[in-house]
C-alpha cells in the first residue's frame, strides 16, 4: 500500500492530509508494506521534512500526538524532492519506485489544476501506470472545458473506476448522516417532499478570510470554491431520492436544478489581502435560491449561502416545514460544523392552558460527547480508507462535476457589494437556532 503525494510541502498536505494518515496508521488501519512517498519541489533532507510536518499533526490530528507512533509512521514516509514541469525527473521518479519495489500505489495530486496536465503527461514514463489509482483535487480543472480535457487524459491512462475526485465534504460525518435522518425516519421520509416542506436553507459560514490563500481564491470565488461542489453535494444529497446509486440520484437533481436568483459580496479590505488584485470583483459571499423542476420538489425554494469574514464559523442545514393553520413551523436543524448534532422544533400545548400552544426544542448534540468525537474520524481520514478499499461512495463522479461547474458559470453575476461581517442585503429570512453548547 503506498501513497505518493504530488504537492506534500503545501498547506492542504500539512494541515490536512498528514494528519489523516497519522490517524489511519496510530489506529493500525495500514497495511505492513504501506509507505508515503512525499514529493515536493523544495530540496528538503528526510529529516527535515519529517520536522515540517511534526508540529503539524500536533496542532491538527484528531488523535493525541504520540512521539513513539509519531517516529514509526515517519519510517513509512520518503521525502522525494522532484520539478513537476521536468520531464526527465518523472524518469528518475520511475527508477525510485523500482529501488523501492512499489508497484501498485495511489497518486494524489494535491496540486493546482496548473500542474496536472504536467503531471499527466509525466504519469507516462511510469511502467504499469495504468494498475494504479489516481485522486484528485478540487478545482478539478481552471474551467469547465480545462476540466473536460483533464478528465480525458486522465481516462487514455487509468480504467475510470481508479479516477478519484474529492470532496471532502462527502467524508464529514453529518453530511453521511442526511441519508439515514431521511431514509431512516418514518418521521422525515414521508414528508420530505414540497407538500410538507416549506423552504431548506444551507449556511457554510466562516469568520476567517482568505488567509494566505488570496491568489487562489482571487481567482476562483464562493461561487467556484464553495457553491459548485461543496454546496451542491449537501443539496443534492438532501434532495435526491433514495436509490443504490448515489450518484445517478445525485446526478438527476443537478439535471432538474434551476437558479433563480443570485446574491454577491466582497467584504471590507478583501482587495487589500496579500496577493489579490486591488480592482478584484471576486465574491467572498454568495447567496442563492434554487429550485428543482420535478414532482418532489416543485416551487420549493432551496437557499444556499456561503461567505468569509462573516460573525461565526458554521456548515447547517435548516429544513422548515409549513405551518398547520396558524401553528409555527416545524424546524429541522442538521449542524455539520463545527458541532455535530440534530435540532427539532415542534408545538404541543402549553402546560396547564387549554388552546394555547408553545413551541419546544429536542436539541441532540452528537460532538459534545466525548466519545462520539473520539470515534469520528475527519474527513480525509475517511476518504484515505475508502481508496484503500476501493470504495467510491466518499467521491464524486466526474458527470456531477461537469455538470455542477457549467451551472455555476452559466451565472450572470451581480457585481459584489461590500460587508462587513454582516450581510446587507438577503434573499430570504435566514433562520438562526441558538445553542447552549
Ligand atoms: N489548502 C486547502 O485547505 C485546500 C482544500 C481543498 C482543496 N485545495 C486545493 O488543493 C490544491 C493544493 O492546495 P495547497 O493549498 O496545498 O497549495 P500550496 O500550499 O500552494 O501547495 C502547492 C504544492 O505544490 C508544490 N509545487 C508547486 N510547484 C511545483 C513544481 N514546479 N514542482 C514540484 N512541486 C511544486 C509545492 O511545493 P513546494 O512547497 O516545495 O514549492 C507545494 O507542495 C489546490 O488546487 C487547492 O485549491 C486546498
Redesign the pocket.
Known amino acids: 500500500m503506498t501513497l505518493t503525494i504530488?504537492?506534500?510541502?503545501?498547506?492542504?498536505?500539512l494541515?490536512?492530509l498528514f494528519p489523516a494518515l497519522y490517524n489511519i496508521y496510530s489506529l493500525n488501519k495500514v497495511n505492513d508494506d504501506f509507505k508515503v512517498v512525499a514529493?515536493?519541489?523544495?530540496a528538503l533532507t528526510h529529516q527535515e521534512f519529517i520536522e515540517m510536518i511534526k508540529p503539524k499533526i500536533c496542532e491538527y490530528a484528531r488523535l493525541s500526538f504520540d512521539e513513539d507512533i509519531f517516529k514509526d509512521f515517519s519510517a513509512h514516509i520518503f521525502y522525494y524532492q522532484?520539478?513537476?514541469?521536468e520531464e526527465s525527473d518523472y524518469t528518475n521518479l520511475n527508477i525510485f519506485y523500482h529501488e523501492h519495489q512499489i508497484k501498485d500505489q495511489t497518486f494524489y495530486l494535491?496540486?493546482?489544476?496548473l500542474?496536472f496536465h504536467s503531471v499527466i503527461k509525466g504519469f507516462k514514463k511510469l511502467d504499469h501506470i495504468e494498475r494504479n489509482n489516481v485522486i484528485i483535487?478540487?478545482?478539478f480543472g481552471i474551467s469547465t472545458l480545462d476540466m473536460i480535457d483533464i478528465n480525458q487524459k486522465l481516462m487514455k491512462i487509468f480504467p475510470k473506476d481508479h479516477i478519484y475526485y474529492i470532496d471532502?465534504y462527502l467524508g464529514k460525518e453529518m453530511i453521511q448522516n442526511i441519508k439515514t435522518i431521511r431514509f431512516k425516519n418514518a418521521l422525515f421520509k414521508n414528508s420530505w417532499n414540497h407538500e410538507m416542506i416549506d423552504s431548506i436553507q444551507i449556511s457554510a459560514l466562516e469568520a476567517d478570510g482568505v488567509l494566505n490563500?488570496g491568489a487562489?481564491y482571487d481567482s476562483s470565488g464562493a461561487l467556484k470554491d464553495m457553491v459548485q461542489n461543496h454546496l451542491l453535494q449537501i443539496l443534492t444529497i438532501l434532495t435526491m431520492e433514495e436509490s443504490n446509486n448515489q450518484h445517478e440520484a445525485q446526478l438527476q437533481i443537478l439535471k432538474k436544478l434551476r437558479i433563480d436568483q443570485v446574491l454577491l459580496g466582497q467584504y471590507e479590505g478583501y482587495r487589500n489581502e496579500k496577493d489579490v488584485d486591488e480592482h478584484s470583483t471576486t465574491e467572498t459571499y454568495a447567496e442563492l435560491k434554487c429550485f428543482i423542476d420535478n414532482e418532489r420538489w416543485q416551487n420549493v425554494p432551496i437557499y444556499i449561502r456561503t461567505g468569509k469574514k462573516l460573525k461565526r464559523r458554521e456548515i447547517v442545514v435548516i429544513v422548515k416545514f409549513k405551518a398547520l393553520e396558524e401553528s409555527p413551523s416545524n424546524l429541522l436543524e442538521i449542524r455539520i460544523q463545527p458541532t455535530e448534532g440534530v435540532y427539532l422544533q415542534f408545538n404541543i400545548k402549553k402546560p396547564g392552558a387549554k388552546d394555547q400552544i408553545e413551541t419546544v426544542q429536542m436539541d441532540f448534540c452528537q460532538s459534545c460527547v466525548e466519545i462520539n468525537r473520539i470515534n469520528t474520524p475527519e474527513a480525509y481520514e475517511r476518504l484515505f480508507e475508502e481508496v484503500f478499499h476501493h470504495q467510491r461512495e466518499y467521491f464524486s463522479s466526474f458527470e456531477q462535476i461537469l455538470l455542477s461547474s457549467s451551472l455555476i458559470e452559466n451565472i450572470q453575476k451581480p457585481m459584489p457589494f461590500i460587508y462587513d461581517k454582516t450581510i446587507p442585503y438577503s434573499l430570504t429570512e435566514w433562520v438562526e437556532i441558538p445553542h447552549s453548547y
Open positions: 504530488f504537492g506534500s510541502t503545501g498547506d492542504l498536505s494541515r490536512k514529493i515536493g519541489r523544495k522532484m520539478n513537476l514541469t494535491a496540486l493546482s489544476p500542474f483535487e478540487k478545482p471532502h490563500r487562489y
